[in-house]
T-cell receptor, first 113, second 115 residues
Framework: AQSVSQHNHHVILSEAASLELGCNYS??????LFWYVQYPGQHLQLLLK??????LVKGIKGFEAEFIKSKFSFNLRKPSVQWSDTAEYFC???????????FGQGTELSVKP | DTGVSQDPRHKITKRGQNVTFRCDPI?????LYWYRQTLGQGPEFLTY????????KSRLLSDRFSAERPKGSFSTLEIQRTEQGDSAMYLC?????????????FGQGTRLTVV
């Protein structure tokens, strides 16, 4: 079955702390991987995506993610979080040719100033 | 604003009533998706269109749900005989097709409350 699992439901960090959010997927075939962010009161926005090439991808606002094929993982990282990173983060996967996204359940990140 | 727009933003309805939501995608996008999101969960796929053709519909989707995209532009999602379990945020997204994992752009959603 196609699924995405995010390990942490709620993460609380202080400003300047490092962040790593876990994501594992189960999907037959070649995939595209995404991280979306939803700031309070706003719509889902793309942070970054992987579809081929360098497994370390960089996104907006200093975020990066690493695709590890052998572990079916696509963890999100940021070296130093800011209060403005407080949001909900969703990992998602779809087939290489596109189509529907399968989302994880999300991780709520709270950054204390 | 040239993003994905959804109407209405909020809808409160009585159980048993029919409701219809509208989505206007980004104009050059030929794919349009509907998702449902409940509190504490990620968006759950409902259905999607490429142009006017409905290419996939979730097996979890009740027969009370129907979606159309008659001219390959805007789309409507109708829920007949609403139930309390239908209360959720209904999200629309659009994307182009092609290489490189086209990004899906999401609207603000329609929040449905069934009382």
């Amino acid at each position: 079955a196609q699924s995405v699992s995010q390990h942490n439901h709620h993460v609380i960090l202080s400003e300047a702390a490092s962040l790593e959010l876990g994501c594992n997927y189960s999907y037959g075939g070649t995939v595209n991987l995404f991280w979306y962010v939803q700031y309070p009161g706003q719509h889902l926005q793309l942070l970054l995506k992987y579809f081929s090439g360098d497994p370390l991808v960089k996104g907006i606002k200093g975020f990066e993610a690493e695709f590890i094929k052998s572990k079916f993982s696509f963890n999100l990282r940021k070296p130093s979080v800011q209060w403005s990173d407080t949001a909900e983060y969703f990992c998602a996967v779809n087939a290489r040719l596109g189509g529907k996204l399968i989302f994880g359940q999300g991780t709520e990140l709270s950054v204390k100033p | 604003d040239t993003g994905v727009s959804q109407d209405p933003r909020h809808k409160i309805t009585k159980r048993g009533q029919n409701v219809t939501f509208r989505c206007d995608p980004i104009s050059e996008h030929n794919r349009l998706y509907w998702y449902r999101q409940t509190l504490g969960q990620g968006p759950e796929f409902l259905t999607y269109f490429q142009n006017e053709a409905q290419l996939e519909k979730s097996r979890l989707l009740s027969d009370r749900f129907s979606a159309e995209r008659p001219k390959g532009s805007f789309s409507t999602l109708e829920i007949q005989r609403t139930e309390q379990g239908d209360s959720a945020m209904y999200l629309c997204a659009s994307s182009s097709t092609g290489q490189g994992a086209p990004e899906a752009f999401f609207g603000q959603g329609t929040r449905l409350t069934v009382v």
